[in-house]
């Protein structure tokens, strides 16, 4: 089981980095420009080209049915899910197979607004609950892929 971060804006990568160490699972930090990451030969920083979602392309290409990926990035979230992977957004909700379409509806329906001036602003700034919930949800979700894998040995 591998951890792969969509890097670039995700606020909780030190809390990834936690729970990886206690699990001591490999950690994919992915990025299109250089970031720093502790030294811990289970974390590897992976800096692609800055094309237009070089890094999704990177993720999606090796995240399968074991695997989590963490990101803000819907249509990421998205492709993620129908490779196998788990998918959890930065603030700690995870994306499902019948979740993932209202989200891609709703994030269609924000960019027509913010085309159409109605709405600016990006999302609002991480509150203490939205780490704890995403802290939550990643153990939950390695803890979920541990017992099944359990279960198949």
């Keep these: 089981m591998d951890i ?14 936690r729970v990886a160490e206690r699990y001591r699972l490999k950690v994919f ?13 289970r974390i590897e920083r992976v800096v ?3 094309g ?14 074991d695997d989590i990926v963490v990101t803000a990035d819907i249509p990421l979230a998205d492709r993620s899910l129908r490779k196998g992977a788990s998918v959890i957004g930065s603030n700690g909700v ?14 269609e329906l924000m960019s027509n607004l913010r085309a159409m001036g109605e709405i600016t602003g990006g ?9 704890s919930r995403f802290l939550s949800a ?15 040995e």
């Excluded at 606020?11 to 990834?16: H, Q, Y």
Aim: proline content about 10%; hydrophobic content about 45%.
């Design 4 to 17: 792969y971060i969509d890097a670039d804006a995700c606020p909780v990568k030190a809390e990834i980095y």
């Design 29 to 41: 930090v992915v990025a299109n420009a250089y970031i720093n990451v502790p030294r811990d030969p």
């Design 48 to 50: 692609v080209s800055d």
């Design 52 to 65: 237009f979602d070089a890094a999704d392309d990177w993720i999606v290409e090796r995240a399968g049915p």
């Design 94 to 107: 995870p994306f499902t197979s019948s979740s993932i379409g209202m989200a891609m509806a709703n994030r």
């Design 123 to 131: 999302p609002r700034p991480m509150a203490p609950r939205d780490r």
């Design 138 to 152: 990643l153990d939950e979700a390695v803890q979920r892929h541990l017992r099944r894998r359990a279960a198949l």
